[in-house]
């Protein structure tokens, strides 16, 4: 676990920012001189991780390792600060995946846990580690655990597991002749699984036409900046694809949305009397530039935040104290005290069941799947605008007055 994480940390060109630095090449470098503390939700994939790992050495790669020092490293890692006990349901669905591939074949395949994968013939320098490698056949198989519930992440035409692809052709191709990469994402806790088939001949192709000169570049520090949604990042999601660490500060980025503030303030616009009203092309075109526009803010107050919380200065700008909710210091006492004061229990608490994510922790992958799963339901998600290339469908709507949409039952109420 501690090289897969200090690979992570040190290789300029990563696999998990390709569609980064591809786009835009001297961000790579950009980065390079920013020094950023791992966050929580990183340090709690790497945990997970870690436990992936040692339940695939135990099933695979270390036929020697002994009942006791399996229990021994697994009791190692659950001492660790951020584990939690849901980990061993989720892992082990992972670990159900590799081996319903792996088993699959009627002879035994090659089988590689934690494995670096050396992509520098199209990247300078480029390596990462693949969670799972199978060959069998002309077949390679790519598996990669996120632990992350932020954003769902696909298996289509993701950079980093193609990188990876091109990393265990590299070094296995020729040996096993492989034709075609089946690349796989294990995302067990939204769930999310997906699988995607690719001929090597195109991944090759893609190395040459894509990768190769962008990667040049990038490890120079030259190309030019290109802003774009890629910039973010879903830092719960913990594969980080894109996300930038100079994106808050990034001066491309800053003349990008400071020229749509600009264009919608022209004055010499103005003179040439446009109508009052934005057409709905204007507002098209608008919005979506604004979305990018509205996530650059929010990420340039989280970087001046932390830089005037770790003692630094912005000047004109200072930390306050933000708005909070009163609260009871020892709940229980207190309600304990109103009962012998003759409240009724029932006027004083709600009895309502946990949230669905506190009830996934505490049952085992049994109940999950034999009991909770027959309950679970998905309802339609609240209509949310999206740009028109967006991958999700776009939703029917079912056309209704205004009195039917806001009025009666459905009528604005406030939460507790």
Request: negative net charge; aromatic residues 10%.
């Given at each position: ?10 290789a300029l060109l990563s696999a998990s920012s390709a569609k980064k630095w591809i786009h835009c090449p001297p961000s790579a470098m950009l ?305 304990g005290e109103l009962i012998k004061a003759g409240y009724e229990e029932a006027v004083l608490y709600n009895r309502v069941p946990v949230a ?22 998905k309802p339609q998600g609240k209509p949310t605008l999206a740009p028109a290339d967006d991958k999700r469908k776009a939703m029917e709507i ?19």
């Amino acid at each position: 676990m501690g090289k897969k994480k200090e690979e992570r940390a040190h290789a300029l060109l990563s696999a998990s920012s390709a569609k980064k630095w591809i786009h835009c090449p001297p961000s790579a470098m950009l980065e390079g001189s920013i020094v950023e503390e791992e966050s929580d939700y990183a340090k709690e994939g790497t945990l997970a991780h870690g436990i992936c790992e040692l339940k695939l050495q135990k099933m695979f790669t270390d036929k020697n390792m002994t009942e006791r020092t399996y229990k021994s490293r697994l009791k190692k890692l659950q001492q660790e600060k951020l584990y939690a006990p849901e980990m061993e349901g989720f892992t082990d669905e992972y670990v159900d995946y590799v081996s319903g591939i792996a088993f699959s074949f009627q002879t035994a395949p090659f089988v590689a846990v934690e494995k670096r994968l050396d992509y520098s013939p199209w990247a300078p320098e480029g390596f990462g580690t693949g969670d799972a490698v199978i060959i069998h056949g002309k077949q390679l198989h790519i598996i990669d655990f996120k632990y992350g519930k932020g954003v769902p992440v696909k298996a289509e035409e993701n950079y980093q597991l193609m990188l990876y692809a091109l990393g265990a052709y590299h070094e296995f191709g020729m040996l096993f002749g492989i034709e075609e990469a089946c690349l796989h994402i294990i995302q067990p806790r939204i769930p999310n699984n997906s699988a995607w088939t690719v001929s090597m001949e195109k991944l090759l192709e893609w190395g040459e036409r894509v990768v190769k000169p962008s990667a040049e570049l990038a490890y120079k520090g030259g190309g030019e900046f290109r802003p774009a949604d890629y910039c973010k990042g879903d830092e719960e999601n913990y594969c980080r694809n894109g996300f930038c660490k100079a994106y808050g500060r990034c001066r491309a980025t800053a003349g990008q949305n400071l020229a749509l503030m600009e264009e919608a303030f022209d004055t010499e616009r103005n003179v040439k009397k446009l109508p009052p009203m934005l057409s709905w092309e204007e507002v098209g075109r608008l919005l979506k530039r604004a979305m990018f526009l509205k996530s650059w803010v929010e990420s340039l107050e989280k970087v001046s935040l932390n830089h005037i919380a770790s003692g630094g200065e912005i000047p004109g700008w200072k930390i306050v104290e933000g708005r909070s909710n009163r609260k009871l210091s020892d709940a229980d006492v207190a309600l304990g005290e109103l009962i012998k004061a003759g409240y009724e229990e029932a006027v004083l608490y709600n009895r309502v069941p946990v949230a669905l994510g506190e009830l996934e922790k505490v049952c085992s992958k049994e109940d999950r799947q034999n009991i909770l799963s027959r309950y679970i339901i998905k309802p339609q998600g609240k209509p949310t605008l999206a740009p028109a290339d967006d991958k999700r469908k776009a939703m029917e709507i079912q056309r209704v007055s205004a009195a039917e949409a806001f009025g009666g039952e459905n009528s604005y109420k406030e939460e507790d």
